[in-house]
Nanobody, 126 residues
């Protein structure tokens, strides 16, 4: 079993930055890709970013490319999402996610992920 705890959200102004973190338990963390998703009220859960198991490959949604950076520290069993130049449309609950096995990281299907954090709220004011 894998437990994910995501944190780091908050209330910021447009143009500000936040760094989200996701701490994982379990021996499988270092062997699988990790993803970040977000969900705004009334919207479907949306892919944000993903990173390969080794950290050597990343994949971003077009809406965040160039502004967000995903990274991981397998020794700390933690994945991060650095969010810069935040926009009001980034407002959502952000979730980290992990699969049970190796999956392609370069796509954003939430159905590929089995474990989810509890979510952390990011609110960006204009």
């Amino acid at each position: 079993q894998v437990q994910l705890v995501d944190a780091g959200g908050g209330l910021v102004q447009a143009g500000d930055s936040l760094r989200l973190s996701c701490a994982a338990s379990g021996r499988t963390f270092a062997t699988v890709p990790m993803g970040w998703f977000r969900q705004a009220p009334g919207k479907e859960r949306e892919f944000v970013a993903a990173i390969s198991w080794s950290g050597g490959g990343t994949y971003y949604a077009d809406s965040v490319k160039g502004r967000f950076t995903i990274s991981r520290d397998n020794a700390k069993k933690t994945v991060y999402l650095q969010m810069n130049s935040l926009k009001p449309e980034d407002t959502a609950v952000y979730y980290c996610a992990a699969p049970t096995t190796q999956i392609p990281y370069n796509r954003g299907n939430p159905g590929l992920y089995a474990y989810w954090g509890q979510g952390t709220q990011v609110t960006v004011s204009s």
